[in-house]
């Protein structure tokens, strides 16, 4: 690579990683958090699970009302009469029919009870989606920005380099130094070198997980804001992540419904009493009318109701089992996020200082050298440990912002309303309410409106 300057070296760098043409505008954090949410298709897949299990709870609702049906049917015969005259018979018959349970021991309303508990918790994996959604859009964007701060670090230090390497070889043409000098500039400016590349390639790849992120490649990207710390204490946090942690809600209400599931499957040992009803009209004119009213109790069915309460019970144990699994692993991850960002908060604080002392070294040296009290070795290791202390101190930054979000995760407050990001939420409530009664045919209509806004506000 020839000589060049520092701002070439970035031009190139930028050019290598597709920065080519990007707006003036820098783009916030919470544009890209914006976009992130409003372009998913992880939550849109999501939501209409949620309205699936919506549905299933028009299904519980309409179990517990009237079956009417209506049959028509007709058809044509022939005898043969006194063994010689064939005599047709055409018929038709109309046929309305109505049935409804009395008494099913609660099993109907247990069911909508479990159908309910099914949608809080679908809910609640909705919400743990969107703080995926997120939280990836959070680190996308933090990676690129440290990617690009990388490179124009390697960059920066190409430039440098160069410049030791003139300089080195200026001395040697005057007999100051030896040829040693001249080939360690070059050996440390060709390792530079390829410290850039890696870093340009890098940052390539850092926007390419923004665009599966973000739906889009990054623009240039404005400074973070200072990250939140959303709990006084470690213990406050584990109060609040207790309540709000996605998983946890989750967990609650799936045991919920294994518990009224089972209540259900000791419901349908015990009698059912029903009543029904029939009309029918014969192309004869014979009409018919008919009331009834059953009653039945299961006696033997093979075991079959007495292993579904088993099944039940045990399906009921392991909801449990894992809610406590769940409750376990959420304090063990906000102990661990609380840790981080106080780790990464730490280490910037030392990063400063270790960069303003390596700067400061880095100075008195290459002052120093231009009076032979130093070697080109001794310039170019200060040099290098100055960078790597920028690096380390940018790498913290980008730590403490990975690690403060993903504490907001853990606690179940990265949400499009806990950050008041001022776009509008997706509403789980709307084709809930329009569906909860199990609508008839005219609602389809209603229903097609619902489902046109919320396509709308996605």
């Known amino acids: 690579m020839a000589r060049s300057t520092v701002s070439r070296v970035l031009a190139a760098a930028a050019l290598a990683a597709g920065l080519g043409g990007m707006p003036a505008a820098a783009e916030s954090l919470s544009d890209a958090l914006v976009a992130a949410y409003r372009g998913s298709d992880l939550l849109e897949q999501n939501r209409a699970l949620l309205r699936a299990r919506d549905e299933g709870l028009a299904q519980a609702v309409a179990a517990l ?6 049959v028509g049917d007709g058809g044509f015969s022939q005898t043969l009469d006194g063994g010689a005259t064939l005599v047709d018979d055409t018929s038709a018959r109309l046929r309305l029919t109505a049935e409804m349970s009395l008494f099913d021991g609660g099993s109907g309303q247990l069911g909508v009870d479990a159908a309910n508990e099914v949608i809080l918790a679908t809910r609640a994996a909705l919400v743990s989606v969107e703080q995926s959604v997120l939280l990836a859009a959070v680190q996308a964007f933090v990676d690129v920005r440290l990617a690009t701060q990388t490179a124009e670090l390697r960059a920066s230090n190409v430039g440098v380099i160069e410049q030791q390497l003139r300089a080195a070889q200026d001395r040697f043409a005057l007999g100051e130094v ?15 070198r390829s410290a850039l590349a890696a870093a340009t390639g890098e940052l390539a790849v850092a926007r ?13 990207l404005a400074e973070p804001p200072t990250p939140p710390k959303p709990a006084a204490s470690l213990e406050a946090a584990l109060v609040i992540a207790r309540d709000r942690q996605p998983a946890i809600v989750q967990s609650r209400h799936i045991l919920a419904a294994s518990e009224i599931n089972v209540a259900r499957a000791k419901a349908q040992m015990g009698p059912r009493v029903g009543v029904g009803g029939a009309l029918s009209f014969a192309d004869s004119g014979v009409q018919n009318r008919s009331v009834q009213l059953s009653f039945s109790q299961p006696l033997y069915q ?14 009921r144990d392991e909801d449990a089992a894992a809610l406590h699994r769940a409750a376990a692993e959420v304090d063990r991850n906000v102990a661990q996020a609380w840790a981080r960002l106080d780790v990464a908060r730490a280490s910037i604080e030392a990063g400063t200082q270790q960069v303003a002392a390596a700067r400061a070294a880095f100075e008195s040296v290459s002052e120093e050298a231009q009076f032979g009290a130093r070697t080109t070795l001794e310039v170019l290791n200060a040099e290098q440990e100055l960078r790597d202390a920028e690096a380390g101190r940018l790498s913290a930054i980008a730590s403490e912002q990975k690690s403060a979000y993903g504490l907001l995760a853990t606690m179940g407050l990265l949400t499009v309303a806990d950050l008041k990001l001022g776009v509008p939420v997706y509403d789980v409530s709307a084709y809930h309410d329009a569906v909860k009664s199990a609508p008839v045919s005219p609602e389809g209509r209603r229903l097609d409106r619902i489902l046109s806004v919320l396509g709308q506000t996605e």
């Open 65 to 70: 009302r009237p079956v009417i049906t209506f």
């Open 178 to 192: 030896t040829r040693t000098d001249v080939a360690i500039a070059e050996a440390r400016l060709a390792a530079a």
């Open 208 to 220: 390419e997980s923004y665009k599966l992120a973000v739906g889009r490649y990054p623009a240039d």
């Open 302 to 315: 093979g075991g079959l109701l007495s292993a579904r309460l088993r099944a039940a019970i045990a399906q």
